[in-house]
C-alpha cells in the first residue's frame, strides 16, 4: 500500500486531485460530503461537485495550493444527513505520488473540535454583510449564545448567552408559539417568521427571524442557527449608544479569544489556522497573508480576502528583497504603506508586487512582525484594509502585542517544548520594559516563575510615562495558576495601559477596567495596585483592587505598611466607584509593589510577610543599595516564605 492510499484510508473526506482540480481518488467520507458515489467523482473537476454557493471556494482552494506549492484552508459548507448542512475546514496540501512522480494536490477535513468558533466566522462575517443579528441555539442545553452581526441587534438582547426561556418570556403572548415551532422544528432552513418582541429598555421591536441547522465539522455537534431582522422603522438614540457599547465588547471578546488560541497553539499548523481564521474578522480586515522564513526565504499562506496572485508573488521571496515585507522582517520593526507614492519613495527597487496599483485611499497594507529585538526572524503578518479603513496607532500596537505571542509560539513549537513551557515564556514576554532615564526615580522589577515549575501564574506588573510626565507604575494577580490565568493577566494589563492613557485618576482607570471586564464577562478575577508618581515633587496618587498593601522604606532603615484607598477586586463587583488616596515620597525613599507570592504563604501570615520584606528594603536604603539592588533582596526575602506561588516585586526609588 503506497504513501497516497494511507491518505484516503483517513475517517474524514480527504480526495487526491491534479493540480487542474481533477480526482485521482477520494475515500468514502468525501463521496458523502459531495453527495454522489465514488465512482461517479472519480475524473470530475472537484469545483463543480459543490454546491453553487461553495464552487468559487473549492476552486480557489486547490488552486492555491496548486500554484502556490504551499498549504492553504478554507471553511467548505455541503449538504448533510437529516436535512442538515455540515461546515468544515478543509486544508489543500501539494505532494508527490510517490508510485510516478506526479503532481496532486490532498484535499481533506482538519479537525476542528477545539477550535469550533473558527468555523463560525463565515457565517459571522455574512450575517454581518447582511445587516442581521445571528444567535446559535443548543436544542440540548437550551441556551442561546450571541455570535455577532449587525451591532444594532445587541439591546435587543443584553446577554451574550441566554436561556430559551428568558427570550420566550419576552415575545408576545400571540406570537409565542409561532417562535417556539421556529425552533423546534428547525428545517434546513425555514421561512421567515415574524414575531412582536420586548426589549428592556425602549419597549416593543417588530422582529423576523430565520432558522437553520449545521453540523459544525464531519463528526461535530449539530447546532441552530437563528437570524434575526430588526424591521421597526425608527430607533432610538438610546439603542444607538447601546450598539456602540455592545461593538466593543463584542471586539474585546475577539480579541481575547485571539490571544488565548494563539497561547494554546501546540502545532504550526494550529498557529497558522488560528491566524489566518481570526485576524481579518478580529480587526475588521479585508484579508490575511502570513509569511514565515524558511531558510532565508519567505513560506506563505493567506485566507480568502488574498488573491492566489498576490500571495504567489511573495512566496518564495527572498528575506533580503527591497520590499516591505521582508524589510518588516529583517528590521522587526512594522510597515504601514498608505499609498503608491509612500511605497514607491520607501522602496524603489522592489515596485513589482501585484497589489502595488491598487493602493490609495481604499486600499492599505499593513505589516507586523513575529521577530523580536535579538532573535532570528520568523515571519509576518500583512492584513490588507478596504473601504478607506485606516487601523489607528492603538490597533497596529494591539495587532504587534499579539504578533509577538504568535513569535514566541511559533519559537516554543519549533522546539517542541511543552505546552506549560511555551504559556510560561508567553507570560514573560507580556511582562514590559521599564522606561530607563526617569528624571529623578528609579525604577526596578523582579519577576520569578512558580518555584515547581509546573504551575502558570497571572502575575504582572507595568511601568510608562504618561502624557503629562507622571509616571504609571501597577502591579497585579490574576486568579489561577494555568494558561487562562496568563491570558487574563495580559488582557487585564493592557486594559490597564490603554485607559490610563486617557485618564489622569488611578481611581477612575480601575473602576473603567473593572466595567470593561464585568461587561465582558472575565472568567477570572485581579488583584491590583495602581501609582501615578510626579517625579518633580514626590506626590503620589494610588488606588488598590483588593491587592496586597504597599511598602513605604526610608533611607534611616525604617519602613512602614501602607493600605490603600480603593476597592474589591477587578472583574467582580459591578458599578464599583474605586477610592484614591495622595501622599508623598520623600527623597531617599522607595516603595515597594509585591504580589502575594512575596509575603505570604504556608509559614508566613500576610503581616509577618509584610514586616520581613519591609525591613529587608528599609536595610537595603540604609546600606546606599540602588532600587536594582533592593528588589534583589525584597525578592530573595520570597523564599523564606515557601510558597509555591510566582512572584513579582516593584521597587521604585526616588533620588
Request: aromatic share 6%; net charge negative; charged share 20%.
Amino acid at each position: 500500500m503506497d504513501a497516497s492510499d494511507e491518505l484516503l484510508r483517513r475517517a474524514d473526506p480527504s480526495a487526491l486531485l491534479t493540480p487542474d482540480g481533477a480526482i485521482r481518488g477520494l475515500n468514502a467520507a468525501m463521496a458523502t460530503a459531495l453527495g454522489r458515489p465514488a465512482e461517479q467523482c472519480l475524473g470530475r473537476d472537484f469545483g463543480d461537485l459543490w454546491p453553487a454557493s461553495q464552487r468559487t471556494s473549492a476552486e480557489s482552494l486547490v488552486a492555491h495550493a496548486a500554484k502556490m506549492k504551499t498549504v492553504a484552508m478554507r471553511v467548505l459548507e455541503f449538504p448533510g444527513r437529516g436535512g442538515a448542512s455540515v461546515a468544515c475546514l478543509f486544508e489543500a496540501q501539494p505532494m508527490t505520488d510517490p508510485a510516478g512522480d506526479e503532481q496532486l494536490v490532498w484535499v481533506h477535513a482538519l479537525d476542528a473540535r477545539n477550535d469550533v468558533t473558527s468555523l463560525l466566522i463565515p457565517f459571522r462575517l455574512a450575517t454581518e454583510a447582511a445587516d442581521l443579528g445571528l444567535w446559535m441555539y443548543s436544542p440540548q442545553g437550551h441556551q442561546l449564545e450571541w455570535l455577532g452581526g449587525l451591532p444594532a441587534m445587541v439591546p435587543l438582547y443584553p446577554d451574550l448567552t441566554a436561556p430559551l426561556s428568558r427570550v420566550v418570556s419576552a415575545v408576545h403572548p400571540d406570537d409565542r408559539e409561532a417562535f417556539r415551532q421556529l425552533l423546534r422544528s428547525a428545517p434546513a432552513l425555514s421561512p421567515w417568521v415574524r414575531y412582536q418582541y420586548l426589549t428592556p429598555h425602549d419597549g416593543w421591536h417588530q422582529l423576523a427571524a430565520q432558522t437553520r441547522r449545521i453540523q459544525l465539522g464531519f463528526d461535530g455537534p449539530e447546532r441552530i442557527f437563528w437570524v434575526v431582522r430588526d424591521d421597526t422603522k425608527q430607533e432610538k438614540r438610546k439603542k444607538q449608544a447601546q450598539a456602540a457599547l455592545a461593538a466593543e465588547r463584542q471586539r474585546a471578546k475577539g480579541i481575547a479569544d485571539f490571544s488565548s488560541a494563539l497561547i494554546t497553539a501546540a502545532t504550526e499548523q494550529e498557529l497558522r489556522q488560528v491566524v489566518l481564521t481570526r485576524l481579518a474578522a478580529t480587526f475588521g480586515a479585508a484579508g490575511v497573508l502570513f509569511a514565515l522564513v524558511d531558510d532565508g526565504r519567505l513560506s506563505v499562506s493567506s485566507d480568502a480576502g488574498i488573491s492566489i496572485g498576490e500571495a504567489q508573488a511573495l512566496h518564495g521571496m527572498s528575506l533580503d528583497h527591497p520590499s516591505p515585507l521582508p524589510e518588516a522582517i529583517r528590521t522587526g520593526k512594522p510597515q504601514f504603506v498608505l499609498d503608491r507614492e509612500e511605497y514607491i519613495r520607501r522602496w524603489p527597487h522592489g515596485a513589482s508586487l501585484p497589489w502595488l496599483a491598487r493602493l490609495g485611499s481604499d486600499y492599505t497594507v499593513s505589516i507586523t512582525p513575529l521577530s523580536e529585538s535579538g532573535n532570528l526572524p520568523l515571519g509576518a503578518w500583512l492584513v490588507t484594509y478596504g473601504s478607506g479603513y485606516q487601523p489607528s496607532s492603538d490597533e497596529r500596537t494591539l495587532m504587534g502585542t499579539l504578533a509577538d505571542l504568535a513569535g514566541q509560539a511559533l519559537r516554543r513549537i519549533r522546539l517542541q517544548q511543552a505546552r506549560v513551557e511555551l504559556a510560561t515564556a508567553l507570560q514573560k514576554t507580556m511582562l514590559p520594559t521599564l522606561p530607563a532615564h526617569l528624571a529623578g526615580l528609579e525604577v526596578a522589577a523582579r519577576y520569578r516563575p512558580s518555584r515547581d515549575g509546573l504551575d502558570i501564574g497571572g502575575d504582572w506588573y507595568d511601568a510608562f510615562v504618561m502624557p503629562d510626565g507622571a509616571v504609571a507604575l501597577e502591579i497585579g494577580d490574576a486568579q489561577g495558576h494555568d494558561v487562562d490565568a496568563a491570558a487574563a493577566m495580559g488582557q487585564v494589563c493592557a486594559s490597564i495601559r490603554a485607559i490610563d492613557a486617557h485618564e489622569p485618576d488611578p481611581a477612575t482607570v480601575l473602576t473603567r477596567t473593572n466595567e470593561l471586564l464585568v461587561t465582558m464577562g472575565a472568567a477570572r478575577f485581579s488583584s491590583c495596585t495602581l501609582l501615578h508618581i510626579d517625579p518633580d515633587d514626590g506626590q503620589v496618587i494610588g488606588t488598590s483592587a483588593g491587592h496586597v498593601p504597599l511598602l513605604c522604606a526610608r533611607k534611616d532603615g525604617s519602613h512602614s505598611v501602607r493600605e490603600l484607598a480603593g476597592g474589591p477586586v477587578l472583574g467582580v463587583v459591578p458599578g464599583t466607584e474605586y477610592g484614591e488616596e495622595t501622599f508623598t515620597l520623600d527623597e531617599d525613599s522607595a516603595l515597594v509593589m509585591v504580589t502575594d507570592g512575596v509575603v505570604e504563604g504556608p509559614g508566613l501570615t500576610l503581616d509577618a510577610g509584610l514586616e520581613r520584606a519591609g525591613t529587608l528594603a528599609g536595610a537595603a536604603l540604609h546600606d546606599g543599595l540602588n532600587a536594582e539592588e533592593t528588589a534583589d533582596r525584597v525578592l530573595d526575602a520570597a523564599v523564606a516564605v515557601d510558597h509555591l506561588d510566582d512572584v513579582a516585586v516593584l521597587v521604585i526609588r526616588r533620588t
